[in-house]
């Protein structure tokens, strides 16, 4: 079975600042990974996903995410965040033959001006 | 395309009412899926389904029922409403299902039970 753990429950930064959502899985199998964005009272929405090949994956609105098997890691960047990044972020992990996903206990971004 | 839309937006319900959420498709999508999510503990799948006439258990069934008469719609039923089930409710749908393919949400109920 697959688990997902966000090491942050909340992340506060300052606009224009660099930040980094920690995302770690456990998996028996090969899986393939996503990130998804909930701004507030609105649902989910994929930012970006990594299913083979380049362990560096980049997704909308100038994200990225970089795909670590010997850390069993999956974080997500931003070299520079803008205020209307406020939202919530989900990782989320299915193993290779699985139907569902699951998804980490989210991490609340909060940007300061 | 309207993608996956949820009707009502916010409810209030008595312990012991009934209440049915409802979720529509436009997309054609194969799977759709029930979640509930609440603070600080991710999204738990309810049920899902898989075609017209198939569905599922989820992790967390208990207190739920699904019907998927066609492909567009999935709607939930809550018999016997319990303050537990106060959460934000999301469908889902996604065209095949496994590896690959991701899901697409709709816009949430935000459901009390009092």
């Known amino acids: 079975a697959q688990s997902v753990t966000q090491l942050d429950s909340q992340v506060p930064v300052f606009e224009e600042a660099p930040v980094e959502l920690r995302c770690n899985y456990s998996s028996s199998v090969s899986v393939y990974l996503f990130w998804y964005v909930q701004y507030p009272n609105q649902g989910l929405q994929l930012l970006l996903k990594y299913l083979s090949g380049s362990t560096l994956v980049k997704g909308i609105n100038g994200f990225e995410a970089e795909f670590n098997k010997s850390q069993t890691s999956f974080h997500l960047r931003k070299p520079s965040v803008h205020i209307s990044d406020t939202a919530e972020y989900f990782c989320?992990?299915?193993?290779?033959?699985?139907?569902?996903?699951?998804f980490g206990q989210g991490t609340r971004l909060t940007i300061n001006p | 395309n309207a993608g996956v839309t949820q009707t009502p937006k916010f409810r209030i319900l008595k312990i012991g009412q009934s209440m049915t959420l409802q979720c529509t498709q436009d997309?054609?999508?194969?799977?759709m899926y029930w979640y509930r999510q609440d603070p600080g503990m991710g999204l738990k799948l309810i049920y899902y389904s898989v075609g017209a006439g198939i569905t599922d258990k989820g992790e967390v069934p208990n207190g739920y029922n699904v019907s998927r008469s066609t492909t567009e719609d999935f709607p939930l039923r809550l018999e016997l409403a319990a303050p537990s089930q106060t959460s934000v409710y999301f469908c889902a749908s996604s065209y095949l299902s496994g590896g690959p393919n991701e899901q697409y949400f709709g816009p949430g109920t935000r459901l009390t039970v009092t």
């Open positions: 989320a992990v299915r193993g290779g033959g699985a139907q569902k996903l699951v």
């Open positions: 997309m054609n999508h194969n799977y």
